[in-house]
């Protein structure tokens, strides 16, 4: 990960560049799924992929609140968690090749991976005037 003093913003953290990354590669394979998924499995891997990204953006302007920041984390690794299960799915219903969905879900237990170092040091993330000493 950047150096803090790197960090502008969200976008600079690469957990956040890697759930996006993510988060498209799912908005694309699922433009195949058959239509009668519209509604359900699509629209879930869609929204649960998303919501991660969109969690760690969150989670980076309450960094300043170890607590809320821990928080907002925890619940982007349970959407990751839940983009997993769908892409399971996805792969059972034969709408997403094997391969395609390893290598999406591997991004995703790194995304795990970073997110669990994050919640375990929160205190690294805190601007530097809020940061102990």
Request: a positive charge; proline letters at 5%.
């Amino acid at each position: 990960m950047a150096a803090y003093q790197e960090l502008k913003g969200h976008r600079d953290l690469k957990v956040y560049q890697l759930a996006y990354k993510l988060a498209m590669e799912i908005f694309h394979a699922s433009k195949r799924f058959p239509k009668e998924e519209k509604y359900s499995l699509t629209d879930q891997i869609r929204r649960s992929s998303r919501s991660i990204a969109a969690n760690i953006a969150e989670e980076f302007r309450k960094r300043q609140y170890p607590k809320m920041f821990v928080s907002k984390l925890a619940d982007a690794d349970g959407e990751a968690t839940e983009t997993q299960v769908w892409l399971d799915f996805a792969r059972d219903c034969e709408y997403m090749p094997p391969k395609l969905q390893a290598e999406l879900t591997k991004g995703y237990e790194e995304v795990g991976r970073m997110l669990g170092a994050m919640m375990s040091m929160p205190e690294k993330f805190m601007p530097r005037n809020l940061r102990p000493k």
